[in-house]
Each structure stands twice: as C-alpha cells, then as structure tokens.
C-alpha cells in the first residue's frame, strides 16, 4: 500500500491548526496533533513518524495490538481514547502513555493499581459528556469537581486534564458551546483546585478540530482526515 498521501494530510491538517489559533488570537499556542489509527492498517505508522507526527491513538486493544507490535510503534507516544473494561487495564497501562478516556472513578483507582505494579505514571484526562448524551461515556459537568478531588489523590496518575467528544451534528459550528464549556470548566477547576498540570483539553476529531481550536484545545484527535482512504470524499472542514 502507497502512504505517500500521508504527508499532504499532515501539513494541511497543520495548515489548518495554525489558521485557526491565529484567528482566536492564540498564536504560537502549542497543539499537539494526535492520528487516530484505529481505522488504518500498522504499515501506516512510517508515513505518520516521517511526516512530523510523533503521537498515535487506539480506541480499542484488540485493534490496538497490531499496531503496537509494529516496529515503528516505538516511536510514537500512544493515547487510549476509547471506552475501557476493567479487565483491559492490564494490557493498556505498560503500552499507552495517555489515556483520554477515564470515566469512572473505578477505572482511575484500577489505572493507578496497575501502573503502580510497571512502577510509572500514566498521563490521564477525564471524559466529560457536556452534552449529556444517553450514549456517550464520561462524567456529567456538576461531578467533575468531586471527582478531580479524589483522582488527585491517586498515586502514580498524572491528571493532565479533560477530554470530551461532541455530539454529532451537521455543521461544526454547532459544536462551539461544548468546546466552550470544557475550556471554562478546565479553567475553574485548574484556578480553584490549584493544579498547575492541569493543562491538557482534548477535544476536536476530523469535522470539528477547527473550531476546538479556537475554543483552546491542545490536542485534537484526528483519524479520517490523516488516515482515512486516499479518495476521501466527505466533507471535513479544510479538505
Ligand atoms: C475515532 C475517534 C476519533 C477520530 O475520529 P475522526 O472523525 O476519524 O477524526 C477521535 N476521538 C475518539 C474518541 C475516537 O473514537
């Protein structure tokens, strides 16, 4: 298979980050770009590093393992970004670098227990469902607090942050009130609670990075738009 593609992604994708934190007024602000890979084969992971991209995601670890056993695997930073059992959190913790997705206090105590054992620390960002959709994981905004409080405490995490998903909707301009209402709850709780690491907001996938951007992402999550097929025809923003 050609990735040659690859690397035009990449740079509009970059292109596309820049024009946006210039036109919020967050020049030189740093956005790490995150390639979602879960749809794309492991021979993708050389055109990705080659391209400037040093950090990949995995939704799930049945997926995730093939890309991982990849010799160029190594290179990369890895993100858990998907819903996570329990009984997964012992595959997960030595591989993954990140995980985006903690949405239950359960799982922060079992990611803490298990990194304790590798002896690391795990980076870790709360899912908030600001939208409050039936379907979607992540805490509800009013319990972020409570629950920042006790994940604070956990040895061997890192809270970085909050990470959320917005609904889908037909123009990505609909989707700014969330964005907006992740980066004011992140700032209160960083301000209130004192947590200078607090700083990471994950949010922004292919139809909508534009606009997390401007409302102050720092990573954003993107898959089709990099690694989706060659003749790539929805409608993304900047495609
Ligand atoms: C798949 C996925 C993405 C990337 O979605 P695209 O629309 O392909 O950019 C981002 N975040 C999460 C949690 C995902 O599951």
């Given at each position: 298979m050609d990735f040659e593609y690859i690397a035009d992604r990449v740079r509009r994708v970059r292109e596309n980050v820049n024009?946006?934190?210039?036109?919020?007024?967050?020049?030189?602000?740093?956005?790490d770009v995150i390639a979602v890979t879960k749809s794309a084969p492991p021979e993708v992971l050389?055109?990705?590093f080659e391209a400037g991209i040093t950090d990949a995601a995995e939704n799930r670890w049945q997926v995730a393992r093939d890309k991982l056993a990849h010799p160029a695997a190594e290179r990369f930073k890895w993100h858990f970004i998907g819903s996570l059992q329990t009984n997964k959190v012992k595959y997960i913790v030595p591989r993954f670098d990140w995980i985006h997705s903690v949405d239950r206090l359960e799982l922060a105590e079992a990611l803490s227990r298990?990194?304790?054992?590798?002896?690391?620390t795990l980076n870790i960002l709360l899912q908030v469902?600001?939208?409050?959709?039936?379907?979607?994981q992540g805490f509800h905004q009013e319990d972020v607090?409570?629950?920042?409080?006790?994940?604070?405490q956990l040895p061997h995490l890192e809270l970085r942050g909050l990470m959320t998903m917005a609904p889908k909707v037909a123009h990505s301009e609909e989707s700014r009130p969330i964005f907006r209402a992740?980066?004011?709850?992140?700032?209160?709780?960083?301000?209130?609670?004192?947590?200078?690491?607090?700083?990471?907001?994950?949010?922004?996938?292919?139809?909508?990075?534009?606009?997390?951007?401007?409302?102050?992402?720092?990573?954003?999550?993107?898959?089709?738009?990099?690694v989706?097929?060659?003749?790539?025809?929805?409608g993304g923003q900047g495609l």
């Open positions: 024009q946006a934190l210039v036109r919020s007024g967050r020049d030189g602000a740093a956005v050389p055109a990705l298990e990194a304790a054992k590798t002896g690391r469902n600001i939208a409050r959709e039936p379907q979607k607090r409570r629950v920042v409080e006790l994940v604070a992740l980066d004011e709850l992140s700032r209160q709780v960083r301000e209130d609670m004192q947590l200078p690491a607090f700083d990471q907001l994950s949010m922004g996938m292919s139809d909508d990075y534009p606009v997390a951007v401007e409302e102050g992402a720092t990573m954003i999550r993107v898959g089709r738009q990099l989706g097929p060659a003749d790539l025809t929805q």
